[in-house]
């Protein structure tokens, strides 16, 4: 059984397994922007006109986040506010960026994803485009996330084929629900590995996996990096790709064909 790569370089080496990607997703954190949130779009325009040949459709949304501060008194206060979410896509509505007055994301689906130098690509170009049009002081935070999923009563249930360490008990065919969770530190950061199985009209997290019609797989592999730094787009677009290879090899030690 090959072991956990959590240390040093990660092996790359051709991927032979079985692949379950069904959605990629990269967001980077930067210190306020607050022309981004202008409603009229010009805080904006410079940004979105740089970008967009590959993202020509633009709408402003509005999401709920929780701010959490902490009051003169030391006590801790949470208030839930409407935050202005720029979405930039494709023609096609396949490859979406988030940009808001605090970060930038990207993200698509396992039946877009390509391969990563093209992932890397696109998420290289916005990241620079950011530095260009916004120039943050700093960045805060890097994620790198994929989640796997695959049905389990179709004949071909992946827990049938990963490593051990992640079916645990929950390959019994009396279970109900599972949802696994582990945090590491690895080189990069830190990891958080999820996996389990979710029963039909379930989420372990509404917000990246929508409920299904049948019991599912998942893995969820999310490497994160919290170093607050200057902002330069080289560094953090090499911080991603680092990133980047230590899930593919967490991604390999899970899912590649070997012998038990």
């Given at each position: 059984?090959?072991k956990?790569?959590?240390?040093?370089?990660?092996?790359?080496?051709?991927?032979?397994?079985?692949?379950?990607?069904?959605r990629?997703m990269v967001?980077?954190?930067?210190?306020?922007?607050?022309?981004?949130?202008?409603?009229?779009g010009n805080?904006?325009?410079?940004?979105?006109e740089?970008?967009?040949s590959?993202?020509?459709?633009?709408?402003?949304?509005?999401?709920?986040?929780?701010?959490?501060e902490?009051k003169p008194?030391?006590?801790?206060?949470?208030?839930?506010?409407a935050?202005?979410?720029?979405r930039?896509?494709?023609?096609?509505?396949?490859?979406?960026?988030?940009?808001t007055?605090?970060?930038?994301?990207?993200?698509?689906?396992?039946d877009?994803y390509?391969?990563w130098p093209?992932?890397?690509?696109r998420?290289?170009?916005?990241?620079d485009?950011?530095?260009t049009?916004?120039?943050?002081?700093?960045?805060?935070?890097v994620?790198?996330r994929?989640i796997?999923?695959a049905?389990?009563?179709d004949?071909?249930?992946?827990?049938?084929?990963?490593?051990?360490?992640?079916?645990?008990?929950?390959?019994?065919?009396?279970?109900?629900?599972?949802?696994?969770?582990?945090?590491?530190s690895?080189?990069?950061?830190?990891?958080?590995l999820?996996?389990?199985?979710?029963?039909?009209?379930?989420?372990y997290?509404?917000?990246?996996?929508m409920?299904?019609?049948?019991?599912?797989?998942?893995?969820?592999?999310?490497?994160?990096?919290s170093?607050?730094?200057?902002?330069?787009?080289?560094?953090?677009?090499?911080?991603?790709?680092?990133?980047?290879k230590?899930?593919?090899a967490i991604?390999?030690?899970?899912?590649?064909?070997k012998d038990?």
């Open positions: 059984m090959m956990l790569p959590l240390r040093g370089e990660p092996i790359s080496v051709p991927f032979t397994g079985r692949r379950l990607l069904e990629a967001v980077v954190r930067f210190t306020p922007v607050l022309k981004i949130a202008e409603e009229s805080g904006i325009a410079e940004f979105q740089s970008i967009r590959e993202y020509p459709l633009a709408e402003l949304e509005r999401e709920a986040v929780m701010r959490i902490m008194d030391g006590s801790v206060g949470a208030q839930q506010e935050q202005p979410v720029w930039l896509s494709d023609i096609k509505q396949a490859w979406r960026v988030s940009l007055p605090r970060s930038i994301a990207l993200e698509t689906t396992g877009t390509k391969d093209d992932f890397a690509q998420i290289s170009s916005l990241v485009a950011v530095g049009h916004f120039a943050p002081s700093h960045r805060q935070y994620g790198v994929y796997n999923a049905v389990v009563n004949g071909a249930d992946p827990r049938l084929e990963c490593a051990k360490e992640l079916v645990s008990i929950t390959g019994n065919p009396d279970l109900e629900l599972a949802d696994l969770l582990w945090r590491f690895v080189d990069e950061g830190h990891m958080l999820r996996s389990g199985v979710m029963p039909s009209g379930a989420s997290d509404p917000s990246v996996f409920p299904r019609d049948n019991p599912t797989w998942y893995l969820d592999i999310d490497i994160t990096n170093d607050s730094d200057e902002f330069d787009a080289v560094k953090i677009n090499a911080s991603i790709l680092a990133q980047v230590r899930l593919h991604y390999l030690w899970a899912m590649q064909v038990n």
